[in-house]
């Protein structure tokens, strides 16, 4: 029990000794490098840091639910794009304008009712055709996209609401609103995966799947309701950024499901199923979003980020994988 | 060469797993020429065995000697390359490849550039295949043979080296007799090359045939070795199965209830025919039959998890129709499969949670999984089944065979099930968790439950069942009482020899 236990701490809590030293790191390395004389961990900026985080944060708490299932979803990018769309498009339509300044939760419903459709939609051919969701998201992936540029053409499409602006920009206890989603929705995922039976199957079902069956577990519906979830998040973290931005390109979103993945992968949840946590996830997203800060800050190249992260990401899973080794070793008989 | 020397020795093995010690100091020879039998029933360490020779696992104390030569074996390549081939019951070839690239597999012949030198392959393939007598050749995609004929590809792979022992796992498992008659040719002529050959199999028969010694293991432990042409079929057993257990016969006398389960004419495609059979509450009823008679696949159809082409389910005499393990589970069939680790848990969840995951949906208070319900019901099936394990946390892929088998069971029993069926319910435990199993299971009846037992070890269907059917191929061919058993009545019927009286009969 012990070592299990100590071996969990190890690996849930390693994302949060990362972004210490990241945080240690960049202030020290700041003070001889930064080209700003502000210092990195300025209050301003970690608040900063947060909003930043909260689109592709609220998407990697969702897929941490689908990847601990055992699934993963390609088609977040382009969902999140579409959302946006609905989003500002809608608040362009004459039933709309009449409405006022109700037309803003109309159109909030009408983005996230896009997002928890396009999910469903993934999620019942995942489940009825059997086919594995790589497959079928990596084709919705494509095939959302295709829609969006089909909507919108090669142009933007804006709206500004300044009521919306407003709201999206304001801060509530120093929080950004957009903080504020990506706190409230990493808590509610955090019970759901924590304490509901639904969080409880999803573990079993991503561990092994045929003991689920024979737990009596309807695995099928349940993935479904995992897609229409992280439907809904990818069309959230859309409607919280757009209310602020106005303006969606049609190819927004995109690579935003391997940034995902990575943060929850960094997180320590694995792509093999059945294990994870959501606390990590969020620890993950934020680790990226302080290193790509941080980098900035000391005045690297931006064009440097990406290849610093994804040798973090190979290394942390090289890691793992020695962490592991003995563990899986017992299993093996 | 005055006294052959052994071209394999295994001295004082002894391996440990986790909760089990799985060799016990065993010991083994092979000598030039020879075909050495090693037997022993499922868990009885063969498996175990082969792979420390393979260099799969580390033995923790002992030593192989090649030609009495110390060797550290690292890797089944490593072996090969020592001359020690091993041909696995279960075919591990790539359909999709020719027959001389399985064959060659990791050593292709090579040209300049690290190009494939496919004339000598194709060759040097051939070459092989025709001391092997097959009718395919080279070029063939392995994936458009036959059992018996990948079969003879997977040999083929031993021969690409000049083998000094070669270890057969159930070679005849798929193979007709035309076919085996065929392997039994390329090991003669193995045997007249001075290769040594270990034959690991449960036919009697064939052991009888072509084998010079016979090694048994037990529990782990090395029991003896016989010479073929001075034993008998019973003598043998008697080494393999022991009495080291107490598997005395079942001779309780409790009272039996109403029937719980009736079965009437079910059928499922090829598996299983015409099977009828009526349990009683508080009776045990044991399915006693070869692998492949279709206990697992009855076992499998009551749970929902098969669908029936033809006959009746009657709980408490009212017919039901189970078609998903959601059902069965709903009236009251539990299922311990045989399987334990792949379909019985999940593996990296802990204790009470795989104890609790079938009614996790009415232990919740409010939105949320109660805690406290939850750790009641496993501290009162640790108690009741005396559950060894540091505490409810504890990751069930950590604990033994014999503790994982008793949550299995307890997650069932919280169900308060109508029909436990319990398929193979002592595969890979120790001796000392066996006998605790079916204590657990001898009392389940006591108390009143309805047990379906499977197993593939007549003792231990001698131990707990009140009564036992004996099934071949897909067939029950006889009901027995626990009164009118015996091992030579039971031997007859599941091996088909009454199966010829049967159908004449009628």
Redesign the interface.
């Known amino acids: 029990m012990t070592t299990a236990r100590y071996r969990d701490a190890l690996k849930y809590g390693a994302i949060w000794v990362f972004i210490l030293v990241e945080l240690a790191f960049f202030s020290i390395a700041g003070e001889f490098m930064s080209t700003s004389d502000k210092a990195f961990m300025d209050f301003d900026n970690m608040l900063l840091l947060l909003k930043q985080s909260a689109p592709i944060g609220i998407i990697a708490l969702g897929m941490t639910i689908i990847m601990i299932n055992g699934n993963i979803d390609l088609s977040v990018g382009a969902t999140y794009a579409l959302a946006a769309i609905v989003l500002l498009d809608s608040m362009t339509w004459p039933a709309l304008q009449a409405m006022g300044d109700w037309a803003i939760p109309v159109a909030w419903g009408l983005a996230l009712l896009t997002g928890a459709v396009l999910g469903a939609i993934n999620g019942l051919i995942v489940w009825k055709t059997g086919v594995d969701a790589f497959i079928v998201t990596l084709g919705s992936m494509l095939g959302y996209r295709g829609l969006v540029f089909m909507i919108n053409g090669e142009q933007p499409t804006s709206h500004l609401n300044w009521t919306l602006v407003d709201f999206a920009e304001a801060q509530f206890l120093g929080l950004h609103t957009a903080t504020w989603f990506l706190l409230i929705t990493a808590l509610a995922l955090w019970l759901l995966m924590t304490r509901t039976v639904h969080g409880r199957n999803a573990y079993a079902i991503g561990n092994n799947r045929e003991a689920a069956v024979n737990a009596g577990i309807r695995v099928g519906p349940h993935m479904v309701w995992n897609f229409v979830l992280i439907g809904f998040l990818a069309a959230l973290s859309a409607v919280v950024f757009y209310s602020e931005s106005g303006s969606v390109n049609p190819n927004d979103g995109m690579l935003f499901e391997l940034w995902a993945i990575t943060a929850v992968v960094l997180g320590g949840t694995k792509l093999t199923g059945g294990y994870g946590s959501i606390l990590s996830t969020l620890g993950g997203v934020i680790a990226i979003q302080l290193l790509r800060k941080g980098l900035g800050h000391i005045g690297a190249a931006t064009e440097t980020v990406n290849l610093v992260i994804g040798l973090i990401l190979i290394a942390v899973l090289l890691l793992d994988r020695q962490l592991n080794r003995k563990g899986q070793e017992e299993l093996k008989i | 060469m005055t006294a052959p020397i052994p071209v394999l020795r295994l001295e004082g093995i002894v391996k440990t ?2 909760g ?1 010690r ?1 060799l016990d100091g065993v010991s083994l020879s092979v000598m030039p020429g020879e075909v050495h039998a090693l037997m022993g029933e499922n868990g009885a360490g063969k498996s175990t065995l082969m792979k420390v020779l393979g260099g799969i696992h580390a033995p923790d104390t002992g030593q192989i000697f090649i030609a009495e030569e110390p060797t550290v074996m690292t890797s089944p390549q490593q072996a090969k390359a020592k001359g020690v081939v091993f041909i696995h019951q279960e075919l591990s070839l790539a359909d999709e490849l020719s027959v001389a690239e399985n064959i060659f597999l990791g050593e292709l012949p090579l040209k300049s550039f690290g190009r494939v030198d496919w004339t000598k392959l194709y060759a040097d393939t051939d070459a092989i295949l025709k001391t092997l007598n097959v009718g395919f050749d080279a070029k063939t995609r392995v994936g458009d043979l036959s059992i018996a004929n990948q079969q003879m590809v997977e040999i083929g792979r031993a021969l690409t080296v000049n083998p000094r022992a070669v270890i057969f796992d159930e070679p005849t498992a798929s193979l007709t007799d035309a076919e085996k008659v065929v392997l039994f040719k390329v090991i003669a002529d193995l045997q007249t090359k001075g290769v040594g050959i270990i034959y690991i199999s449960h036919r009697m028969e064939e052991i009888f045939k072509i084998t010079d010694r016979i090694s048994v293991l037990r529990d782990g432990q090395y029991r003896g070795t016989l010479t073929t042409a001075d034993t008998s079929e019973d003598e043998v057993t008697q080494l393999m199965i022991g009495r080291s257990l107490d598997l005395s016969r079942n001779t309780s006398h409790h009272a039996l209830g109403d029937v719980a389960l009736e079965v009437r004419g079910l059928c499922c495609g090829k598996l299983f025919h015409d099977v009828s059979f009526a349990l009683r509450k508080g009776e045990v009823l044991g399915f006693y039959g070869l692998v492949g008679a279709g206990r697992t696949e009855i076992a499998e159809t009551l ?1 929902g ?1 098969r669908t029936p082409r033809a006959g009746q389910i009657l709980l408490n005499g009212q017919e039901v129709k189970i078609t998903s ?2 059902e ?3 009236h009251g069939i539990s ?1 311990v ?1 045989e399987d334990r ?9 802990n204790c009470r ?1 795989n104890m609790t ?2 009614q ?2 009415d232990l ?1 208070a409010g ?3 109660s805690d406290g319900a939850e750790v009641a019901i496993f501290d009162h099936y640790r108690d009741k089944l005396d559950i060894r394990t ?2 409810w ?3 069930v ?2 604990l033994s ?1 014999g503790n994982q088998q008793k949550i299995v069971i307890g ?1 069932w029993l919280s169900m308060r099930p109508q029909v436990l069926i319990v398929d193979e319910p002592t595969r ?1 435990i120790d001796v000392g968790s066996k006998a605790e199993i079916h204590n657990l299971i001898r009392d389940l009846g006591a108390q009143g439950y309805a047990v379906i037992v499977i197993s593939s070890e007549m003792p231990e269907v001698l131990h707990v069942s009140d009564r036992i059917i004996a099934m071949f191929s897909g067939r029950v061919m006889r009901e027995f009482t626990s009164e009118e058993v015996t091992e030579d009545n039971l031997v007859q019927a599941i091996s088909g020899i009454e199966a010829n009286k049967f159908v004449e009969g009628r």
């Open positions: 797993f986790p089990v799985a749970f998890l393990p959601i069965a589970i709903r299922l499969p680790k792949h379909q019985g848990l999940v593996l990296g969840m949670d995951l079938p996790i949906d919740t939105p949320f999984v540091p505490g946390h504890q990751t892929g950590n065979g997650k890979g």
